[in-house]
């Protein structure tokens, strides 16, 4: 069983679960998206929360601050330019 008492630290316990799942990137999206991550934060258990979207694969919301695109890109790490690919390719 995991344990999931950092959740009841999170600075997110108290607001409309809905805040946190905006339905677009732009526009009206973006603006509640920002106030999503202006509540993550200030959050003391924000590391955990990002921890639990990763591992649970969660893909839609925001969790630990990052919309599930940024988590995507946070799980696949920083990008490598197109010269690196091509010489590990050729190893």
């Known amino acids: ?11 997110c316990r108290d607001e409309d679960p809905e805040l946190f799942f905006p339905v677009s990137d732009m526009g009206p999206g ?3 998206a920002a106030r999503a991550k202006a509540v993550c934060a200030r959050c003391p258990v924000r590391q955990e929360c990002l921890r639990y979207a990763v591992d649970n694969g969660l893909d839609h919301g ?4 990052l919309t599930e695109r940024e988590r995507r890109e946070f799980v696949r790490g920083p990008r490598r330019g197109t010269a ?4 590990d390719e050729a190893a």
Do not use: K, P, Y
């Open 1 to 11: 069983m995991r344990n999931f008492d950092w959740r009841s630290s999170a600075a």
């Open 62 to 65: 925001i969790f630990g601050g």
């Open 30 to 32: 973006a603006q509640q």
């Open 84 to 87: 690196d690919r091509r010489e």
